[in-house]
């Protein structure tokens, strides 16, 4: 599908024979061009079959109700690793990368329970005072009424330090952990992604884990509890054994989800409140609304875009059948925006009722484990923008990732007053 | 209308009237209750409406089914207990009247 060059992508997905559609073109995300496609196809083809992408055969479950179905039903929508994982894009032989969330239970849960007291309640409230006073630093540090990124000096800049500890790493080589998380949810045929092979993109995380797995050594062996996601692996029952490969995959794994999701949020957000001015206003005034508005955003924004199942049986689904070995995409980016599941889909509205109710986090056993850090780093964010009564003005328009997978936002011109 | 109260993890208690075929989620949710977020909205796919079920009545609600869908989402559920439940996946009804659940530290 060339509609990422279409001079009307609403023309064009409304005149195009329904089957051309493909919603996995990459271009389509990184030119913001998706919305009509999905608009027409959760009217007139909700569970969509597209014969022929760049990614093979897949189905699209592109409403609320349906992505719900196959995100609750693990025992027919599998997301192992063996069978493809969970992005459309197959994991290549040789390459595959066997992290928690591409395992079907026992194995997701018993290793996904090593990891998640980091998040857990007693953690965060540990948490939210260091997380405070570096996004009060953040914030003092920006320039005034002059152009910059705010992705980089704010979204990455806060999400990368956080990466750090939870990972107990050096927070002077942060960036090498942003790099790695590129790596990881970069296309390879990207022209300027930071790897242009499977076999680069596998020679940089054997890095990573090279340097995770000399952290791992030097906290195994050490009986002091630490409480950072290297130690808990290592001296967890499941996941104390870990093979190298199995290494590399969580660890990359962890860095995309500890990061890269609340970075974009970050970004979506200012992004979202500079379209609907009268929502800022109102948020400005009711402060107390800030909950409510960071569920919102992750909703508006919906930072990643789809995840992937294999059907383990065939299935029915919206009147069509799902093949046994067929792959389906959930597009979260589409749920978000269902008009029969959530009433102006399209706004962004701070005192929307409900705002909870997104389908961004996933839902089912593999439902997003770091949702409520995420909401913390956001909710703390935007807290600290209120009281400082900043008005944030958007010089321009985002530029995009091009990705299926990432809803990323790589630039974002703002200016301070 | 029977009565239910929700203790917060806090100690505050909160006694409201939920109606017979209500979930005891709903019941929280629509009357304000703070310490249930319900962000599935009563599908049983998060894990966020978990509560402890006073042991008075555990025998009246008994407990998730092993193997069920809530059994799998609360052994995800960062403080479950024995007593645990989702609150979403209680219905009110006449033996119920006067319940008593408890919130988590935090609902994840």
């Given at each position: 599908?060339?509609?990422?060059?279409?001079?009307?992508?609403?023309?064009?997905?409304?005149?195009?024979?329904?089957?051309?559609?493909d919603?996995?073109?990459?271009?389509?995300?990184?030119?913001?061009?998706?919305?009509?496609?999905?608009?027409?196809?959760?009217r007139?083809?909700?569970?969509?079959?597209?014969?022929?992408?760049?990614?093979?055969?897949?189905?699209?479950?592109?409403?609320?109700?349906?992505?719900?179905?196959v995100?609750?039903?693990?025992?027919?929508?599998?997301?192992?690793?063996?069978?493809?994982g969970?992005?459309l894009?197959?994991?290549?032989?040789?390459?595959?990368?066997?992290?928690?969330?591409?395992?079907?239970?026992?194995?997701?849960?018993?290793?996904?329970?090593?990891?998640?007291?980091?998040?857990?309640?007693?953690?965060?409230?540990?948490?939210?005072?260091?997380?405070?006073?570096?996004?009060?630093?953040v914030?003092?540090?920006?320039?005034?009424?002059?152009?910059?990124?705010?992705?980089?000096?704010?979204?990455i800049?806060?999400?990368?330090?956080?990466?750090?500890?939870?990972?107990?790493?050096?927070?002077?080589?942060?960036?090498?952990?942003?790099y790695?998380?590129?790596?990881t949810?970069?296309?390879?045929?990207?022209?300027?992604?930071?790897?242009?092979?499977?076999?680069?993109?596998?020679?940089?995380?054997?890095k990573?884990a090279?340097?995770?797995?000399?952290?791992?050594?030097?906290?195994?062996?050490?009986?002091?509890p630490?409480?950072?996601?290297?130690?808990?692996?290592?001296?967890?029952?499941?996941?104390?054994?870990?093979?190298?490969?199995?290494?590399?995959?969580?660890?990359?794994?962890?860095?995309?989800?500890?990061?890269d999701?609340?970075?974009?949020?970050?970004?979506?957000?200012v992004?979202g409140?500079?379209?609907?001015?009268?929502?800022?206003?109102?948020?400005?005034?009711?402060?107390?609304?800030?909950?409510?508005?960071?569920?919102e955003?992750?909703?508006?924004?919906?930072?990643?875009l789809?995840?992937?199942?294999?059907?383990l049986?065939?299935f029915?689904?919206?009147?069509?059948?799902?093949?046994?070995?067929?792959?389906?995409?959930?597009?979260?980016?589409?749920?978000n925006?269902?008009e029969?599941?959530?009433?102006?889909?399209?706004?962004?509205?701070?005192?929307r009722?409900?705002?909870?109710?997104?389908?961004?986090?996933?839902?089912?056993?593999?439902?997003?484990?770091?949702?409520?850090?995420?909401?913390?780093?956001?909710?703390?964010?935007?807290?600290?923008?209120?009281?400082?009564?900043?008005?944030i003005?958007?010089?321009?328009?985002p530029?995009?990732?091009?990705?299926?997978?990432?809803?990323?936002?790589?630039?974002l011109p703002?200016?301070?007053? | 209308m029977?009565?239910?109260?929700y203790?917060?993890?806090?100690?505050?208690?909160?006694?409201?009237?939920?109606?017979?075929?209500?979930?005891?989620?709903?019941?929280?949710?629509?009357?304000?209750?703070?310490?249930?977020?319900?962000?599935?909205?009563?599908e049983?796919?998060?894990?966020?409406?978990?509560?402890?079920?006073?042991?008075?009545?555990?025998?009246?609600?008994?407990?998730?089914?092993?193997?069920?869908?809530?059994?799998?989402?609360?052994?995800?559920?960062a403080?479950?207990?024995?007593?645990?439940?989702?609150?979403?996946?209680?219905?009110?009804?006449?033996?119920?009247a006067?319940?008593?659940?408890?919130?988590?530290?935090?609902?994840?």
């Amino acid at each position: 599908m060339d509609a990422h060059v279409a001079a009307d992508p609403r023309e064009d997905a409304y005149s195009r024979p329904l089957d051309t559609i493909d919603v996995s073109v990459p271009e389509i995300y990184q030119n913001d061009v998706y919305q009509p496609y999905f608009e027409r196809l959760r009217r007139e083809d909700p569970v969509h079959y597209t014969a022929d992408s760049h990614f093979g055969p897949y189905w699209s479950v592109t409403r609320y109700k349906d992505i719900m179905t196959v995100a609750v039903n693990h025992q027919v929508f599998s997301s192992k690793w063996e069978l493809g994982g969970v992005r459309l894009e197959d994991q290549v032989q040789g390459y595959e990368r066997p992290s928690f969330i591409q395992m079907d239970e026992p194995d997701h849960g018993e290793r996904r329970k090593a990891v998640s007291p980091v998040v857990a309640p007693a953690n965060l409230a540990r948490m939210e005072g260091l997380i405070r006073e570096r996004t009060n630093m953040v914030l003092d540090g920006l320039p005034r009424n002059e152009t910059f990124n705010w992705v980089k000096e704010v979204s990455i800049e806060l999400t990368s330090r956080m990466l750090a500890t939870l990972f107990d790493w050096p927070l002077e080589d942060r960036h090498r952990l942003m790099y790695w998380s590129d790596v990881t949810v970069c296309h390879v045929d990207t022209p300027d992604a930071p790897v242009h092979s499977e076999a680069e993109r596998y020679a940089e995380l054997q890095k990573m884990a090279t340097a995770m797995k000399a952290l791992w050594d030097e906290r195994a062996a050490s009986n002091a509890p630490r409480f950072d996601l290297i130690s808990m692996m290592a001296h967890a029952d499941a996941t104390r054994n870990m093979d190298f490969r199995e290494l590399l995959a969580n660890c990359s794994l962890l860095i995309v989800g500890g990061n890269d999701t609340t970075r974009n949020s970050m970004s979506g957000g200012v992004w979202g409140l500079s379209k609907f001015p009268d929502e800022y206003r109102k948020l400005r005034e009711n402060p107390e609304l800030v909950p409510s508005l960071i569920s919102e955003i992750i909703r508006w924004h919906t930072p990643v875009l789809h995840l992937r199942r294999t059907a383990l049986a065939d299935f029915e689904l919206g009147g069509k059948t799902i093949r046994k070995g067929d792959k389906v995409a959930m597009w979260f980016v589409s749920g978000n925006r269902d008009e029969d599941a959530i009433k102006d889909p399209h706004d962004l509205i701070v005192d929307r009722p409900r705002a909870r109710e997104h389908i961004s986090f996933g839902f089912g056993v593999h439902r997003c484990v770091g949702n409520r850090l995420a909401e913390l780093q956001l909710r703390i964010l935007w807290e600290e923008i209120l009281k400082r009564d900043l008005e944030i003005e958007v010089m321009d328009k985002p530029t995009y990732l091009r990705s299926n997978l990432i809803h990323g936002i790589r630039e974002l011109p703002v200016q301070i007053h | 209308m029977p009565d239910v109260t929700y203790i917060e993890f806090n100690g505050t208690a909160h006694t409201v009237e939920v109606p017979i075929g209500t979930s005891l989620m709903r019941g929280a949710v629509d009357n304000n209750v703070p310490g249930i977020d319900a962000d599935c909205g009563g599908e049983c796919a998060c894990a966020t409406c978990h509560v402890y079920v006073d042991a008075a009545w555990l025998d009246k609600t008994g407990l998730p089914v092993p193997g069920s869908q809530e059994a799998a989402m609360l052994s995800f559920a960062a403080v479950a207990q024995p007593d645990s439940r989702l609150s979403c996946q209680i219905t009110m009804r006449e033996e119920l009247a006067g319940i008593v659940v408890r919130m988590p530290e935090g609902q994840h």
